[in-house]
């Protein structure tokens, strides 16, 4: 008789777990809007449609908290491994369990690929995570020590890139002041990269002569972004790979279910978010004369969001040791248990009302953006809340777990008789 593994329990759901994904999943609309409403980077490129207080701000959180989304989510995949593989926990486990973990994430590139072809977000992150996961299984059986000590070193090695372009920057730097006029052509181009575009040049870009040749532009940049020229396929496989380790020690520690000691809580809050965003802070700073000086944020910026991720765990698990926290926070467990429809659900609303049919791309500054995020994310928790009071699962995590497990899985939500009497 074939093997077979028994789905999650929803009396086995971890509350803070779900609470963490949720926040991350709805949050991280925030990082990306900015580009499915503009070319600009808002990690290189000045603003050029506003920069009141209000688009400040939006610009400083954006900076603040960019990936530490991705991190969260990275944490708690890895963590997601082991509570998938909980029959498995010894090297001769039983092979159901390494066959459902595969074939689980092979679907999740798939919807991934889908993501970037279909719903035309070149920078999806679901394919990387899948690809990432199909290594992690192997190392569900390693010690917490060991685990904390693969995962961190390949996130420092993974800043070494960006450590040498700094180097360059320096070097360019000083032979632009000591006369060279190769350097200086090149330092003119950095300029130009770091200045604002022309609004008539940004809002022409958009005039596809039909939503067809639109479509097709959003797949070729798909292709650049993920693969090519930007490549974040391969930047956020090696960066979810060594993200999913440390969350595989930090479950196992019982760190990110809330186990630990409030005191402990208190040191990853005030020591992750000490660090991290302190060293992000002084590297933004320098930015803002938007010259393309060296900055310490080339090759700081990526390794930080580890730090102020791990503080978010941090003051998170503080929170919901209140009552008035968990009251305040309790409703994104329900987008944690929906991330798959959440996350796609935005680039959905987002391609929708950016697209050709509205003239919307381009004409919004940090500010604005930042409230439609809002928005939207208000939009999408109440209707997860909503939604799972009548469904077991999100649309999309039904379909990605039918596929899984090779059957069709309950979509209704079945309600207990003491539901029924109250």
């Known amino acids: 008789m074939a093997e077979t593994v028994a789905r999650i329990a929803r009396s086995e759901r971890i509350a803070q777990l779900d609470i963490l994904r949720g926040l991350a999943i709805l949050l991280i609309l925030l990082m990306n809007i900015a580009y499915m409403a503009d070319w600009q980077d808002p990690d290189y490129f000045p603003p050029r449609l506003g920069w009141t207080t209000i688009d400040q701000g939006a610009w400083w959180l954006h900076q603040m908290l960019d990936g530490t989304q991705r991190g969260l989510l990275e944490l708690l995949f890895g963590a997601g491994v082991l509570i998938m593989a909980r029959t498995a926990m010894t090297p001769d486990g039983p092979v159901a369990v390494a066959d459902l973990h595969y074939r689980r994430n092979l679907w999740l590139a798939a919807f991934g690929v889908a993501h970037g072809l279909v719903l035309l977000w070149p920078g999806d992150i679901l394919l990387s995570y899948g690809c990432a996961a199909l290594l992690v299984f192997p190392f569900r059986t390693l010690p917490v020590r060991k685990l904390l000590i693969i995962g961190i070193s390949m996130s420092v090695v993974l800043c070494l890139w960006n450590v040498a372009d700094y180097a360059d920057r320096i070097d360019l730097a000083a032979r632009v002041a000591a006369g060279d006029p190769t350097a ?64 595989m020690a930090l479950l196992k520690t019982g760190m990110l279910q809330g186990k630990a000691s409030a005191r402990t809580y208190w040191w990853l809050m005030v020591l992750g978010y000490g660090i991290g965003l302190a060293v992000r802070t002084q590297a933004y700073w320098t930015e803002l004369d938007f010259s393309p000086q060296p900055r310490i944020g080339m090759f700081t910026h990526s390794f930080m969001r580890l730090p102020i991720t791990i503080g978010h765990v941090g003051a998170v698990s503080l929170l919901l040791r209140t009552r008035a926290g968990f009251d305040l926070l309790k409703a994104c467990a329900a987008t944690g248990k929906m991330p798959l429809t959440t996350y796609m659900g935005a680039s959905i609303i987002g391609g929708l009302m950016f697209s050709p049919l509205f003239g919307l791309w381009g004409r919004f500054s940090f500010g604005a953006l930042a409230g439609i995020a809002f928005a939207i994310m208000a939009l999408q928790l109440a209707g997860a809340n909503l939604w799972l009071c009548a469904f077991a699962t999100g649309p999309l995590e039904w379909l990605w777990k039918s596929l899984a497990y090779n059957q069709r899985q309950p979509f209704r939500r079945a309600i207990s008789g003491a539901e029924v009497m109250s």
């Not at 990269?193 to 008539?200: R, T």
């Not at 939503?211 to 993920?226: E, S, T, Y």
């Not at 090519?228 to 969350?247: K, V």
């Open 184 to 247: 200086a052509k090149a330092w003119a181009k950095a300029i130009t990269e770091v200045s604002p575009a022309d609004p008539g040049m940004i809002a022409g870009a958009m005039n596809f002569p039909s939503l067809a040749a639109w479509a097709g532009f959003g797949q070729f940049l798909w292709v650049i972004v993920q693969f090519t020229e930007i490549g974040i396929f391969w930047e956020n496989w090696a960066e979810a790979f060594a993200t999913m380790l440390i969350g």
